[in-house]
């Protein structure tokens, strides 16, 4: 670089997505330099943007009069409106819930009706689509964000633990009933769970973290209930969830993080908040990345082992800043069927995550290893 060349530093922005906040900014000034604000209407406000500072202000799915925006972009404001017949929210500014995914309008349910969307361009997006996915994604991002309170070091203030397995596992497996077993223990010892929410090992997950706190025999009430249907493609598949669901109404929060690149696996009902995204390698990424508290890795296949191996890369490199606990339960599995565990051990020789690498068959085991090996910060 010149030495007469400024160096150029990236502006502190703020996110503004809430009227409340809008509305607080206003006691202490009116400019919004440096400001993205998000999902807003502003048609009852009667603001007077005379008196606003504009500077790298960026307007996403804002509600506003046309004399209003024409104001705002000769003040160099820059806005942007989604199209109409654009089947979701790239500006919007929460994670899914589970009901607003299977709602239903014309016979098909929202899920279905964006999955349909994408499939018609997943392999070729224009740049326009290509542009409204990746925001939505963006806000994916942010709302995990809020969720798992980040740090600046980004560490979370929740301690949360993924578990990744095959999304074909019957809900008769016996590994199926284990991560329920394993996934419940966890969150009633102060663990947030998350999984891929799919079927398989990932509902599994979900439903154990949803029924921390109930008694033991809650699980095999809820075995006993989804064994009607245990492949997710198998009539009442989903029906036999809500069963579930009425008879533990009050089950607790947990953390799903799946794809529409994958939208033909139904994304099961038992997380509390769904962070669903278009692209499939930023949310595997983005679920390695935020379970800095460890990940239990069921026995999978080809899309489990990939898993083990983008974790153990960023722990390799610390590129999140943290070491994080890698537990392998099944020993069969992992130990003689597949040796990915020796494996991964050789790998690790030398470097700080290898005093986090556990395998077990117990329950008990994975809660005691993670209570002894938290995060590891890179120095």
């Given at each position: ?72 972009r000769q003040k160099g404001a820059n806005i ?61 991002d942010n709302s995990l964000r809020q969720l ?216 008990t085991d994975v809660l005691a290893f993670l ?9």
């Amino acid at each position: 670089m010149s030495a007469d060349r400024p160096k150029f530093i990236a502006p502190q922005e703020q996110i503004i997505n809430q009227i409340s906040t809008f509305k607080e900014l206003l006691k202490n000034g009116h400019s919004l330099a440096n400001c993205t604000v998000q999902a807003l209407d502003f048609r009852p406000l009667n603001l007077d943007w005379e008196n606003f500072k504009i500077d790298n202000t960026l307007f996403l799915g804002c509600q506003m009069s046309m004399e209003e925006e024409m104001q705002l972009r000769q003040k160099g404001a820059n806005i942007y409106h989604a199209p109409e017949d654009l089947p979701y929210d790239p500006f919007r500014t929460q994670l899914y819930t589970w009901k607003e995914l299977c709602k239903t309008t014309n016979g098909q349910s929202h899920d279905l009706e964006v999955y349909n969307h994408f499939s018609t361009c997943r392999y070729n997006p224009t740049i326009n689509e290509a542009l409204w996915q990746r925001i939505h994604d963006h806000a994916m991002d942010n709302s995990l964000r809020q969720l798992l309170e980040f740090d600046k070091q980004g560490m979370t203030n929740r301690r949360c633990v993924a578990f990744m397995g095959g999304h074909g596992v019957l809900r008769t497996d016996p590994y199926y009933r284990k991560t329920v077993a394993t996934a419940k223990l966890l969150g009633e010892h102060g663990y947030f769970i998350a999984s891929g929410g799919g079927p398989g090992i990932m509902e599994a997950a979900n439903l154990g973290a949803y029924l921390a706190g109930q008694p033991a025999n809650a699980i095999d009430k809820a075995l006993d209930l989804l064994k009607e249907a245990p492949l997710y493609s198998d009539e009442g598949y989903h029906e036999t969830a809500v069963a579930v669901l009425e008879a533990y109404p009050n089950g607790q929060e947990n953390l799903a993080i799946p794809t529409w690149f994958y939208g033909h696996e139904p994304s099961n009902l038992f997380a509390s908040h769904i962070a669903k995204y278009f692209s499939n390698s930023i949310r595997e990424d983005t679920l390695l990345a935020v379970a800095l508290y460890g990940i239990v890795y069921a026995p999978g296949s080809a899309g489990t082992t990939q898993e083990i191996f983008m974790d153990a890369a960023q722990n390799h490199y610390a590129t999140f800043n943290y070491y994080s606990p890698m537990v392998f339960l099944g020993r069969e599995r992992y130990e003689i069927n597949t040796m990915i565990y020796p494996l991964l051990r050789q790998l690790a020789y030398g470097k700080t995550y290898y005093d986090l690498l556990h395998l077990t068959d117990e329950p008990t085991d994975v809660l005691a290893f993670l209570q002894q090996h938290g995060p590891v910060e890179k120095d």
